[in-house]
């Protein structure tokens, strides 16, 4: 496009030849996505007849939607899902550093941590913290705290226990693949310049990693907020905990698992933009320019922006 | 090896060089890599390493700003010896805050740049002076905007790497090494990754640093570079030193067999 915009309609004849006439031919028809869509549609009519004509109470699922034991459980469940993938994190971090180590017993025991959590299943872990007061009767730190163990060991340690050592193992790997992402010239360039070790890993490999280990972490998160559910195991009360037992004594049982399952997938979309907005922030640098977000193209369209970029500039 | 240093700039009675060898060797496992290198780098010197691949230049580049460690002999870098101390006739290793300390001196810039992704031109510049010399932010954006300008980048303070050509990286890897005032600059093979038409720019800063008087290592395939700006030549082959003097004498004549058919093959 050239930036003549105010010469006349008809340009004269030694002027650029004006743009080539767009070709106009017919398109060819599809017919064999029309019949695909016709069937997926007809499909999903048939699911939603049989669910709305089903022996569902469906009013009862916004009447406890905020139910005050429903929203106790939703509370617990997310509160357990944040502190289990925090210790989550942060022990992974450790463990992935430890199994960089030069030194072969911290980075054999790392191994060894990775290979027994992630190895069993998580709710037999979950189990086995239940009853870990079969092996230590008391627990008894001498000068600040002595108790039974049962005492000690609640249905929210064990549940916070449980998911977050688990989660330990997983976010170790994550994290290790993402350090050794990094470019090992990225290390010298900074040793060059007379950077330490740690300032080195904190200021330059760490934020590059970042890149790499933050889209399989939101994912970690979301796995988490689901798998919190098996925190019933050892009697701690979750969401699903708390829809059971309202589903039981209301006699909504199946409405109180739609509710629960509403709830998680409400929670889950959350963190999915949360997602969304922190694998861009750590993006830059990476690609030359970021696409725009979901909510600036729905400026830019309101705003009536321009409709063809290209060309110009 | 001493004898050809006859062109070096420094006046009068020689200074304690800025880098001197003795029976340098490495090896990576079984690969003998430096088989006994012997040579001194002048203060104000623009010392060039020449060399088919694999001859063991960008190896020995690395040891001297302890990258890598020297196996035997003795490498010194302004008097001090390189990764160690000697006490009482005993050699103690560094610890790595005193490598990294010694480091600090010394700048260098990669074939690849290495610049960080994930910063812009002027932090990456800004980086080390604030990080490792705890210079404040303002200082050290005052100094960065100036080695910018310098290199001729001016306009790409803001640009992250990834939107920067080639040669423009390089020169802003160029800055960023200057950023610490080094004593001396280490290029290993500084416009091997660039494209034929971008070498000049980066050349012309190198030839600029070279005006100024900076102790310059540089390994290099631009024999032009080197005839043009170098004080001292030397030609490196399977790990020893096969020939060295001044570049015009060794491009233009030279002695060894080795030189003569690895220099009409590049010439």
Redesign the interface.
Known sequence: MSVDVDKPAQPPADAPPSPPEPIRAIPVRHYGRWIAALAVLAVLFLLVRAFAAGNVNWGAIPEYLFNADILKGLRNTLLITLLSMVIGIVLGVILAVMRQSKNPVTSTVAWFYVWFFRGTPVYVQLFLWFNLGLVFQYIDIMPIYKDEWSDFMTPFLCALLGLGLNEAAYMAEICRAGLNAV?E??T??????????G?TLR??IV??AMRVIVPPTGNEVINMLKTSSLVIAVQYYDLLQAAQNVGRDSGVVVEMLILAAAWYLIATTVLSIGQYYLERYYA?????QLPPTPFQRLKAKLSGGPNRAGGAA | MTASKTTSTTAGKKAVPMVRAEGVHKSFGSAHILKGIDLEVAPKEVFCLIGPSGSGKSTFLRCINHLEKVNAGRLSVDGELVGYRERDGKLYELRDREVAARRRDIGMVFQRFNLFPHMTAVENIMEAPIQVKGESKAAARERATKLLDRVGLADKAANYPSQLSGGQQQRVAIARALAMEPKLMLFDEPTSALDPELVGDVLDVMKDLAADGMTMIVVTHEMGFAREVGDSLVFMDDGVVVESGHPREVLGNPQHERTKSFLSKVL
Do not use: T, V
């Not at chain 1, 010298?188 to 070790?197: D, F, I, K, P, Q």
């Not at chain 1, 830059?284 to 030359?288: D, I, M, P």
């Open positions: 470019d010239g990225q010298e360039a900074a040793h060059a310049l007379g950077m330490s070790h300032k200021r330059i934020p590059q830059r640098g990476s690609s030359r």
